[in-house]
């Protein structure tokens, strides 16, 4: 998948994680971005072309759609996190993270899957977590959600084969945006993940793990869950 002259549109793209992807696109050569946002005056980058986008209502994904009919590589990056947790966590905030991780992202792949095939098959990425791959209680919504997404990347994957699409998943520890400033533990640099994520984008990698941390996570599936919640093993 080439960057360079491609169109692209990123989901969620004026802020965090999603502004870094408008500007590293430009610098690598993109002839246009789409940085979509429920508020596109909130977009910030130069160059960037603003775009109206909720991706959790049907009529401004159609919209979207229709006014940006030249995209060859979609960036399904806009999330939430409402930190629910399993037990006491509300129930409707588990639904808005499905609703966005998961109907919201298949709903704007959906769309432009279509726009993808037209334009030659072009690519798409998913942003998703290295928790996708791990559980934690206190944002067990979080997690759930990205897990569902990482099984719905992997379905799109070989559902858009036939039409020549790339489909590219990332996975990542925890990032230094807003979303969560709350959170005390390290963090990288959006800048340095989206790096990644484009790298083996443009490689053709089907997943990239972009830092320590999804590395860690993704070695020890194999292992079994005591390999990844040491809280199970059996007390001394």
């Known amino acids: 998948m080439k960057i360079d002259g491609s169109v692209a549109l990123v989901t969620g793209g004026n802020r965090g994680i999603g502004e870094q992807f408008v ?30 986008l909720d991706i959790t209502d049907a009529g401004s994904v159609r919209a979207a759609a229709e006014q940006a009919g030249d995209v060859t590589l979609l960036v399904n990056n806009a999330g939430i996190s409402t930190g629910a947790s399993l037990l006491d966590g509300d129930l409707a905030d588990f639904r808005r993270e499905f609703d966005t991780h998961v109907f919201g992202t298949l709903a ?4 432009f899957a279509p726009v993808l095939a037209r334009g030659g098959g072009g690519g798409l990425l998913n942003v998703l977590s290295a928790l996708s791959w791990i559980s934690l209680p206190a944002s067990a919504a979080y997690c759930a959600a990205k897990s569902a997404e990482w099984s719905l990347t992997n379905a799109l994957r070989v559902e858009l084969a036939a039409q020549g699409t790339q489909v590219t998943g990332l996975h990542m520890g925890y990032v230094d945006t807003d979303l969560i400033a709350d959170v005390r533990a390290p963090k990288s640099d959006p800048a340095d993940i989206v790096r990644a994520a484009l790298d083996g984008f443009a490689a053709g990698d089907f997943e990239v793990t972009a830092d320590a941390t999804a590395r860690q996570v993704k070695s020890a599936l194999s292992a079994g869950p005591a390999a990844l919640y040491p809280q199970l093993a059996p007390s001394a």
């Open 23 to 52: 500007r590293a696109l430009l610098e690598r050569g993109a002839a246009k971005v789409y940085a979509a946002a429920r508020d596109p005056r909130k977009v910030a980058v130069p160059g960037a072309v603003p775009l109206r």
């Open 108 to 111: 704007v792949s959906r769309a």
